[in-house]
């Protein structure tokens, strides 16, 4: 059979069955939606963590009389230590623009400052195992042209670890969530093979393949997983941009960071629905198949 004939069988199956379409789309766009939200707010909350997560493990403060180029200098000497795995030389400027950033919403309160309070610093980020720097800190602030060394902060460090965790728990909550899109996609070809079961029992009777009966309900699952992803989106864009607002939060973010819609949100949505539709189409259609009614 011809993709062509595929496809026409597919159009007429689900055009004889409106309104079956109908609850089929619907109760997707549902379940797209939820994941959809999902996974937004978890893209959109990553995306804010990585900003407060911007400290780095030791901060080399560089004693005033250094140049940038003695800096640069000091910088690849406390690369080479052991236990450290980067060392970056930040100047003052690019350290104000960065505490700009951080303060998000509030940043327009450093615009009164006349002089940049800010030194020029080295950034140092230790490998895992070094997990109690104090030692090397000691050794670092006795070094030439060093002013001061200040360790990072503590709270980050829990934060990034409870981050880590959360990342864990979210994958295993996206595939929760899409094991459930798969069943209601399931649920909902094995409804239309039942509405479809005399059809079905004919073409078995006249010694119709497995392929050729199954081709059809694919695809219906496929284009309704399209339309269904289209409507989430338009859905999970309207509601964004209702509930979205330039609202200060804690910590130097705003709700509509967190309740940014993503571009790449749509394309994600429709790639979910068709994986969703073949495995959803697959179940569905494998066990009715097999079944003693059309046997």
């Known amino acids: 059979m011809s993709r062509r004939g595929i496809l026409g069988r ?59 180029d003695d800096g640069k200098a000091l910088a690849a000497e406390l690369a080479r230590l052991p236990g450290v795995a980067s060392a970056q030389y930040v100047g003052q400027e690019e350290a104000l623009i960065r505490f700009r950033r951080q303060l998000g919403p509030q940043a327009d309160l450093l615009d009164d400052l006349e002089v940049n309070p800010l030194p020029n610093a080295v950034e140092l980020v230790l490998t895992p195992e070094q997990s109690t720097p104090p030692e090397l800190a000691a050794h670092i602030k006795n070094m030439a042209g060093v002013s001061d060394v200040v360790s990072g902060r503590p709270w980050l460090q829990r934060l990034e670890r409870a ?27 094995r409804l239309a093979v039942h509405v479809r079961r005399r059809d079905l029992e004919l ?6 393949s497995g392929s050729y009966m199954r081709g059809p309900f694919l695809l219906a699952a496929v284009f309704q ?61 494998g066990r009715s198949l097999h079944s003693r009614e059309v046997q």
């Not at 880590?164 to 070809?189: C, D, K, M, Y």
């Not at 073409?203 to 119709?208: H, Q, R, S, T, Y």
């Not at 330039?246 to 790449?264: C, E, I, K, N, Y």
């Open 10 to 68: 597919a159009l007429r199956q689900m055009s004889e069955d409106l309104w079956l379409q109908g609850v089929a789309i619907s109760t997707l766009a549902v379940a797209l939606a939820i994941m959809g939200a999902y996974l937004a707010l978890c893209l959109n909350l990553s995306q804010a963590a990585g900003r407060l997560l911007t400290g780095p493990t030791l901060l080399v403060v560089i004693a005033p009389e250094a140049s940038a």
């Open 163 to 189: 981050l880590r965790a959360g990342g864990e728990l979210a994958v295993a909550l996206g595939i929760l969530l899409f094991l459930g899109v798969v069943l209601v996609t399931s649920n909902t070809v």
């Open 203 to 208: 073409m078995a009777l006249v010694g119709a």
């Open 225 to 285: 997983g399209l339309v269904a992803a289209a409507l989430a989106s338009l859905l999970l864009w309207g509601l964004f941009a209702l509930l979205a607002a330039p609202d200060a939060l804690p910590w130097g973010l705003r709700l509509s960071q967190v309740l940014a819609f993503p571009p790449l949100l749509p394309l994600a949505l429709g790639a979910l629905a068709v994986v969703s539709g073949l495995l959803g189409g697959f179940l569905g259609v």
